[in-house]
Structure formats: structure tokens, C-alpha cells
């Protein structure tokens, strides 16, 4: 385990401070998803606007369901302090549940377009909006699959 590092005593004395910022100083840079199509790219991409994403904002804004599995990713492969808040919502059948809310540190943010960030981010938007633009095509051949589907289990 990295020893977080302690800032400089202050004036008069007394102990050094530990700070997040000096923490993530040592620790080596996130590294940036290769494929600024997928879906995980977009849900970095959300996280580095500053933005909080939930499991089902992530179906909404990303077109994912696995967003835990993203996060997840990001965090152990790529590097990335994600944290996470737990936060109670009301369901729209009477139920209360908890659900993780997911963002990233100011200063995770801040280290990122420091190391390039925007230049990723534009790639990233670029690559989801010619995705989405072909999504009348994928509809398309799924219902082609699924017609193929049927067809085959008749056929059994």
C-alpha cells in the first residue's frame, strides 16, 4: 500500500496535513479507455464532466446496464478514484431502496484534462454520435436475429 504524503508542517509548528490531493499526486495516472465508442468510454466521459451517474441514468445517457461492471473496470484496470455515495430513493411502487451514485474527485478531474482529457472527451462524443446514428440499422438486424430465432426454434 502507497503511504499517503503529509504536506508541509504549518507555520509555528504542529502536524503535517494529509491531503486527498497529495495522495492522488503519488499514485500513477488513469489511463483512458481505448475504444472511445463503448459505452464504458461514455460513462468516463460523464464522471469527467463532474457529473454524479446512477444505474439508471446510465441507461439513459450511456445505453447501458452495467454500469458497476464500468465502474468497476475503471477503477481496477484503468486506474481511475471513482468513488461512490449511497443514496436512498423512493420507488414508484411505494418501496424505498439504496442505490450507489457514482462521480469522481475534483482533482481526479482536474489531473485528467491536465493530461489531456478534452482531446479524449472529443473523441469519445464523436465516436457515440456516429453509433447513434446507426441505430436504425442495428434495430434492424436485431429483429432479423430474432426473427431467425423463432424461425429456428420452430424449426427444432
Not at 84 to 104: E, F, K, N, P, W
Not at 110 to 119: H, I, L, S, T, W
Request: net charge positive; glycine share 6%.
Amino acid at each position: 500500500m502507497i503511504a499517503p504524503q503529509k504536506s508541509e508542517a504549518p507555520p509555528g509548528g504542529g502536524a503535517a496535513k494529509v491531503t486527498y490531493q497529495s495522495q492522488l499526486s503519488i499514485l500513477p495516472h488513469p489511463a483512458f479507455p481505448s475504444r472511445p465508442a463503448a459505452a464504458c468510454s461514455e460513462v468516463l466521459a460523464h464522471l469527467l464532466r463532474g457529473e454524479a451517474v446512477t444505474g439508471m441514468g446510465a441507461v439513459f445517457q450511456c445505453a447501458t446496464t452495467r454500469l458497476a461492471a464500468h465502474v468497476c473496470y475503471l477503477r481496477k484496470e484503468l486506474g481511475w478514484p471513482i468513488e461512490s455515495t449511497a443514496r436512498a430513493i423512493v420507488c414508484s411502487d411505494g418501496r424505498s431502496a439504496t442505490i450507489a451514485v457514482y462521480h469522481l474527485p475534483g482533482c481526479a478531474i482536474v489531473n485528467a484534462f491536465d493530461a489531456g482529457a478534452q482531446e479524449w472527451l472529443n473523441r469519445v462524443d464523436a465516436a457515440r454520435a456516429a453509433q447513434r446514428a446507426k441505430a436504425h440499422e442495428a434495430a434492424q438486424r436485431a429483429a432479423r436475429m430474432n426473427v431467425n430465432r423463432q424461425c429456428a426454434m420452430a424449426a427444432a
